[in-house]
């Protein structure tokens, strides 16, 4: 008992001593050696030791009895900075802290001259890092020798609730880490090489970041080698908003001027694919709210090689997923067996052998499957893609069992397999023809309606076989071509009521030669062969239907452009129709057949074009009509050839209502570059053949068509069989127009030759009408021949038109034993100039030269017109004409009914709006007269006539002025008389010399 009481003495002897040594050191360190304002000037020197750093705080204070036997050093309200101070530029490191507090051991600092201090916290850390400011180095500088000789070593550092910002100002972004909790566990002093990492922060915001805000949690062992040159990673778990990854390996050469090495291994570390899909922004992958999608998943990867600024290191990434489960709301019934597996790999050192593989993509469901391998090599150089896809879907079952939307109907089958091999930069230049493949595709009794939509679809039987087959084209060279052939029983599609489409018996072939050059583009053909192809469009106003379709198309360009090379095109087909009920028009085309090739023209032999278009259009009937020839027209037995631009015509048969005609000849349109030079655009010869030509009937139908064109209210074509299109046809009403002279359009320069059995103009029957024409220059020269119920005639004429504004005409008219009556229907104007013409009946020689302006009615202006008139004839009749009624009352002829004149030739002169009658002889009944003067074209008389046989005994002149009916007679001595002495020879000869000399001008300007 004695003894227990002396050890606890003794004990607590020691115990005393002990406290009250080390209060002594404690007080001996704070107040003597070690003072809050020492110590702090102390630390505040020892960091600032390295150069390039900047510290400062406002105070450190020690700790003893609250941790004892360790001493808890406090800094206070402290900012650092590094910075190189040569140069003037932002910090590229500072922060600022609140409060740092740690544990320091006083013996190893006693003893050792070691700082070791254990549990530091730093609370309310403000960290700034500007990525674009490079670090100084932090090298020592000599300093106090104690402070020399001490070392220091930290076990554990803990920051909590800091906040860190990465600056990178070029690319204006900021990104900072809020709330942040890190710590940091091992030797953190000289030569520290394992330690613990843990980080976590709930915000995490930045510029460009695919989530707006972010939370992550990192955990991970580090060890580092002696050298500081490398840290191997293991045990690193990483948390994205909650989504865990799994991280393990080792990051080597990270000392200044290597290069980063990297080998690395990581996993994903969740299995559910929901996770996942909840875990990827909804902006990039915006469908992921209306549909849901479920399975276990597994993805890894490798990381190895070095971190250089132009290459990556090798990537190894392998993903599947099993039981894997879609579901969308709109759909009955989910796809509940979904699986699948990939697998990447890159490499750095050997691009060529990158790909990305799909081992197997395979969907069951619903009835249906679908199995789907693929691989994309080469890509990052030239991407290459293999696919191949099996299956069939059942749209049957799909329509009536999944479908949930009532107005959608589904039903039918397909079936496919296929393999597809391309380059992805072919696909970019839209090289469609180098795609590589081979299967069979199927389509039974497929049916789609969109009732709210207004889409039908409706495709019975549908077969497609693509792949390589011998060669049994001549346009191509190559023994094996890419073959794809399509049979179509019957295809039915419309579109609201924009769009209907029925197709059958359709078989579509297509071939192409793989080109041994990639930059090659390869020849393609199509062919296409079906029975019946009917389709309305815009509303049901245009409608187009195929018969016995036959069309042939070949491509063969030269190098990678298209447009070098060859082409043919072969279009054939018994029947073509076109119908447009709105705009009035119909097109029918029976035994349509088009040939045409193009080839490139050698440089050498170039003449302006580089490629040279020909081919042959023909057909065996046509009808065509259009609201501005509102008459149906026919073309029979046609054959046109054409040669870039130029069109010839072999006997094209062409039938109007009751005219017809057959057109030979050639025309030809300028090219582009002639355009903006003047050169007419349409030129050629036709040569015109005709049995029977009504102009008045023409006349009227063109004149009907420019009506009514300008009519608001224009009467709709009815929609029907084009077979009856003639029954349809409205009859034709004449309308009033506003008329005007034709004006002959300055892109036109032809050569016309006719010859025409018969011709209605203007109710007087031509025959044989035969001549020329040449239209250039907005101007028509004509020379003409016919013989007509009247007479015969022929005319030189020249239109121009060249001013809209005053249209001019000069023509030189002869007619032969013409039908004098009907000479003013033919020529209006002659009435004017010789009244006597319109009630004359017999036969008579006129010839009419004139030239002037032409009115609205294509009629000379009188009063501005120069022109001769001559006329001829005997025997000749007065029917009803008032003037030589009272002409016979005053002479009291014998036949007052009966005027007829034995022999009359007549000059006229029409100049400024007067009429010149030049004295002539006229006999009629018991008299011989001189008749001779003027008169206006407002039919004013101011005549003189000499009666030199007659029952009475004398000679005598009268004078005749006035209107008709209102003449006034005078009694004068002869004027005439003298003329005709000779019995008229001098006199006609200075007349016939007159005339010529008129005549000739005017038929000088013809030239």
Partial sequence: ???????????????????????????????????????????????????????????????????????????????????????????????????????????????????????????????????????????????????????????????????????????????????????????????????????????????????????????????????????????????????????????????????????????????????????????????????????????????????????????????SLEQGRFHWAELR????????????????????????????????????????????????????????????????????????????????????????????????????????????LKIQNVVFDHLEKEIHFFIPDVSLDFGYAKNASDFIKQTEVFSGVAEIDTLCLSYKKKLFVNLSDLRLRSNTAISLRKDEVSPITTHWNCKLLDARWNNSSAWTSIQNLELHVGVKPIGNNLLNGEGGLMFKADKLRFLNPYRQQAFIFDKIQLISEIRLVEEKRRTGEKHNLKGVLEFERSQMYIPQFPMLTCINHAYLGFQNHQLTLNRLHVQAGKSDCFLSGSLSVADAKNKKSGVPQVEGSLRILSANIDYDELERTLSYGVSSEKLQNSKMMAFGDLNNLESQLHVQEPIKLKQHPVYISKNIALELQFDLDHMNYRNVDLQHVQGSAFVRNQALKAHLTTRTNLGKAELDLLYNSLHKDKVTTCFDLKLKDFLVAQVHEVIP?????????????????????????????????????????????????????????????????????????????????????????????????????????????????????????SPIPID??????????????????????????DGGIQYDAEVEKRLSRIRQAIIHQMQ
């Fill in 1 to 319: 008992m004695k003894f227990v009481r002396i050890i606890i003495k003794v004990f607590l002897s020691l115990l005393v001593l002990l406290l009250m040594l080390s209060g002594g050191i404690f007080c001996y360190l704070k107040y003597k050696l070690l003072t809050p304002e020492q110590l702090s000037e102390l630390v505040t020197r020892e960091i600032n030791r390295r150069a390039n750093v900047e510290f400062c705080c406002e105070r450190v204070d020690l700790s003893y009895w609250d941790n004892w036997p360790f001493i808890e050093i406090v800094v206070k309200d402290g900012s650092f900075q590094i910075q190189d101070k040569s140069i003037n530029a932002e910090a590229p490191f500072a922060g600022k802290f609140k409060k740092i507090s740690g544990s320091i051991q006083l013996l190893k600092l006693w003893k050792e001259h070691v700082i070791s201090i254990d549990n530091i916290l730093v609370e309310n850390l403000e960290l700034v890092y500007n990525a674009e400011e490079p670090i100084p180095k932090l090298t020592k500088k000599k300093g106090h020798k104690l402070a020399s000789k001490l070392l220091s070593e930290i076990d554990r550092l803990q920051i909590s609730q800091g906040d860190i910002k990465l600056k990178i100002p070029h690319r204006k972004q900021i990104y900072n880490c809020k709330n942040a909790d890190i710590l940091i566990e091992g030797k953190l002093g000289q030569g520290f090489s394992d330690i613990s990492l843990s980080v976590s922060s709930p915000v995490m915001q930045g510029t460009g970041l695919p989530l707006d805000s972010i939370s992550f949690d990192l955990f991970c062992h580090v060890k580092l080698d002696k050298e500081h040159a490398g840290v191997e990673l293991s045990d690193a778990h990483f948390k994205i908003n909650d989504f865990p990854f799994n991280l393990e390996g080792k990051i080597m050469n990270l000392k200044r001027k290597q290069v980063p090495f990297i080998d690395l291994q990581f996993d994903l570390g969740a299995s559910s694919l929901k996770d996942l899909i909840a875990f990827i922004p909804s902006d990039y992958f915006p469908i992921k709210e209306d549909y849901q999608i479920d399975g276990t998943t597994i993805l890894k990867g490798t990381i190895h090689g070095a971190m250089k600024k132009d290459s990556l290191p090798d990537l190894h990434i392998q993903g």
């Fill in 956 to 981: 005598f002149g009268i004078d005749l002025s006035g209107k008709e009916g209102q003449f006034k007679y005078k009694l004068r001595k002869c004027k005439y008389k003298d003329l005709f002495k």
């Fill in 829 to 949: 104007t002659v009435k004017t100039i010789f009244p006597l013409i319109e009630t004359m009946d017999g036969l008579v020689n006129c010839r009419l030269t004139a030239v002037g302006p032409v009115d609205n009615r294509m009629l000379p202006l009188l009063g501005n017109t120069d022109a001769i008139c001559s006329v001829d004839g005997r025997n000749l009749i007065l029917m009803d004409n008032g003037t030589f009624k009272e002409i016979a009352r005053r002479f009291r002829f014998k036949n007052k009914e009966k005027h007829e004149i034995d022999k009359l030739s007549a000059n006229l002169i029409l100049h400024k709006k007067k009429i010149e009658v030049l004295p002539f002889v006229l006999q009629w009944d018991r008299y011989k007269a001189i008749v001779g003067g003027e008169h206006s074209i407002d039919l004013t008389y101011n005549y003189h006539m000499d009666l030199l046989d």
């Fill in 333 to 440: 019934e989910d796809l509940e067996n979904i699986q699948l597996n990939w697998e990447m790999k890159y490499s750095s050192a050997c691009a060529d052998s990158c790909f990305l593989r799909l081992n197997r993509f395979f969907v069951k469901g619903m009835q249906s499957e679908i199995n789907l391998e693929g691989t994309v090599m080469n890509f990052v150089r030239d991407p290459y893609i293999e696919a191949c896809i099996k299956g069939n879907l059942n749209f049957d079952y799909i329509g009536k069992k999944v479908l949930m939307d009532k107005k959608i109907t589904l039903a039918g089958m397909m079936m496919v397999d296929a393999r597809l091999g391309c380059a992805v930069n072919e696909l970019r230049k839209k090289n469609y023809h180098l795609i590589k493949g081979a299967g069979k």
